[in-house]
């Protein structure tokens, strides 16, 4: 059984910093891409960012600069590390694990950023 649970979220004020965990089981971690999504009040799901089993790396426009993405193959773990944050970075985050068929989903933890 696959299992994504995020860490990390939390109330912060715009400035402050958080950093996002997002633990894998029942998957070959080391071979999917593994994301990070929001998704604000009324707003569409968006991709954060993402970064490939061989490093490779895509951000949103939105978060480039401030936010850093990296994963740890020998913990099945993925990190978002957000500084900078603004009150429009504010929405559930969601971590996801992809490869060819394969779509999977965490539960999402809240991050809130107070103006």
């Known amino acids: 059984q696959v299992q994504l649970v995020e860490s990390g979220g939390g109330l912060v004020q715009a400035g402050g910093s958080l950093r996002l965990s997002c633990a894998a089981s029942?998957?070959?971690?080391?071979?999917?891409?593994m994301g990070w999504y929001r998704q604000a009040p009324g707003k569409q799901r968006e991709l954060v960012a993402s970064?490939?089993?061989?490093?490779?790396?895509n951000y949103a426009d939105s978060v480039k600069g401030r936010f850093t993405i990296s994963r740890d193959n020998a913990k099945n773990t993925v990190y978002l590390q957000m500084n900078s944050l603004k009150p429009e970075d504010a929405a559930v985050y969601y971590c996801?694990?992809?490869?060819?068929?394969?779509?999977?989903w965490g539960q999402g933890t809240q991050v809130t950023v107070s103006s």
């Open positions: 996801n694990a992809k490869r060819l068929f394969d779509d999977y």
């Open positions: 029942g998957v070959i971690f080391s071979i999917y891409v």
């Open positions: 970064i490939r089993s061989g490093g490779g790396i």
